[in-house]
């Protein structure tokens, strides 16, 4: 039997899982982005608790953190199989690994506006 005709099994789906929550792993330990990007989502969850921002904010903060989470590993994956089978210069390597950090650099500038249209009015109301 190949994959499409295996049944559903839980104990597949556990295994399934295990391996993402290793990948995961491997981004944390192995990205020096993921790390600032981590910290800039923990700052972001504090700011939002200490501003009681509403719910549909907490909506657009939780979907950019998701985001910029995603497309840095998303690039990190990227960068992993352009190491493996490109591991000279090529120019067609270099391009791939640019667009996909501008992936993540598109999706950061998002994250940080979506930011600025939360925070800035909150932060603006009690300076005054």
Not at 14 to 29: E, Y
Not at 35 to 55: D, E, K, N, T
Not at 117 to 127: A, D, E, N, R, T
């Amino acid at each position: 039997m190949n994959n499409a005709e295996e049944s559903f099994s839980i104990k597949s789906r556990i295994k399934s899982t295990t391996h993402a929550w290793r990948g995961i792993g491997l981004f944390v330990k192995g990205t020096h982005n993921s790390w600032l990007h981590l910290s800039f989502a923990i700052l972001v969850v504090v700011l939002g608790i200490v501003f009681r921002v509403s719910i549909i904010e907490w909506l657009f903060i939780v979907v950019s953190i998701g985001s910029v989470m995603s497309s840095e590993a998303f690039n990190t994956a990227i960068e992993i199989d352009i190491d493996l089978t490109s591991p000279e210069y090529h120019p067609y390597a270099r391009d791939t690994k640019d667009v996909a950090a501008g992936a993540v650099l598109l999706t950061s500038v998002m994250a940080f506006i979506i930011g600025l249209i939360i925070f800035v009015p909150k932060i603006v109301s009690i300076i005054k």
